[in-house]
């Protein structure tokens, strides 16, 4: 009898479900982002908030001024229907990337930032490409993600303009007391000395001054000039610390501390993200162990 009953019932309903199913909205296809390396990608994602795939091209810990992109990185980024990239000559190697991919929009996300020259090497006279380390900045690359995001996926603008909006509050949040912090540093503790000059616009926004041994990866490992500089400007003005960066040798580094009878202050993030479990998972993090170690040293 119930079996009866329930034949019965499926059907008289199964029209009325079926017409249903039909006259449900098809789902909208999401957006596919790439970028060029790890950390625009993360900023991307606060932005997106979910609504969006977002898929970095270099892997994390690589060293995106030298990158050699593979097949795997062609197989990921396929299907993009923008690309998020750096701009200021950091990616040497994207535009024989990107011909491979077709005819996929291309956002510069520095744009606006107030260039810093590279002083000395290859390089001499470019702008730095490392303009993601300073906050001021950082807020213009948000700006430009949310307004790159709501331009290719219009129905979800309002949303990616709310992400960013409190993204940035957490960045502001975060980073601008140590920036007040480092900017009431005494005068003789604002030295920033690294292996590679990728400071420029983190120093300009603390206050601090800037010394390094060469002013981008891609110029080498320090020659003797460099190294006999900054060891003496060291000595000249008593300067205690010098750090290196997480994706380089810090042989360099630790020999100059050796030298001068400074510390050797660790490692400084800043060309990449870590793995998940790592210790700079995503910008913000980078942005504040970074900010936090040179802080702790300098105060010393």
């Known amino acids: ?77 396929s299907g993009a229907d923008l690309i998020l990239a750096n701009g200021m000559n ?3 190697w994207f535009q024989q990337f990107t011909a491979k991919l077709g005819d ?20 001499d006279g470019r702008p730095n490409p490392h303009a993601w380390m300073a906050l001021d900045s950082a807020l213009i690359y948000i700006d430009n993600i949310a307004g790159a995001l709501a331009t290719a996926d219009p129905a979800n603008a309002t949303a990616y303009l709310a992400n960013a909006a409190r993204y940035k509050q957490r960045i502001e949040g975060t980073i601008g007391p140590l920036r007040d912090a480092a900017r009431a540093l005494p005068p003789d503790r604002r030295w920033l000395v690294t292996s590679e000059g990728a ?11 800037e010394l390094f041994l060469w002013p981008i990866n891609a110029d080498g490992q320090g020659t003797p000039q460099q190294i006999r500089r900054v060891i003496d400007t060291m000595h000249k003005d008593a300067i205690p610390v010098i750090f290196s960066e997480s ?22 993030y800043v060309d990449s993200l870590s793995e998940s479990d790592g210790p ?11 900010t936090e170690t040179i802080l702790t040293e300098l105060a010393i």
Request: proline share 6%; glycine share 6%; aromatic share 6%.
């Open 247 to 268: 994706t380089i040798s810090d042989r360099p580094a630790r020999a100059i501390a050796a030298e001068t009878d400074a510390r050797y202050g660790g490692q400084l």
């Open 104 to 123: 996929v929009p291309v956002v510069v996300v520095s744009e606006g930032v107030k260039p810093i020259a590279i002083t000395g090497g290859d390089y």
């Open 199 to 209: 400071f420029s616009y983190l120093a300009r926004d603390f206050g601090l001054n």
């Open 1 to 77: 009898m119930i079996q009866a009953l329930t034949r019965t019932l499926i059907r008289s309903t199964l029209p009325f479900l079926l017409a249903a199913s039909f006259a449900l909205p098809a789902q909208a296809e999401r957006l596919k982002i790439a970028t060029t390396f790890t950390i625009i990608a993360d900023m991307a994602r606060n932005v997106a908030g979910g609504l969006a795939d977002v898929e970095s091209i270099t892997r994390p810990g690589a060293d995106i001024h030298n990158y050699q992109p593979t097949a795997g990185d062609m197989i990921r980024s």
């Open 90 to 92: 950091l990616e040497a």
């Open 280 to 290: 700079v998972p995503s910008y913000l993090d980078l942005l504040r162990v970074t």
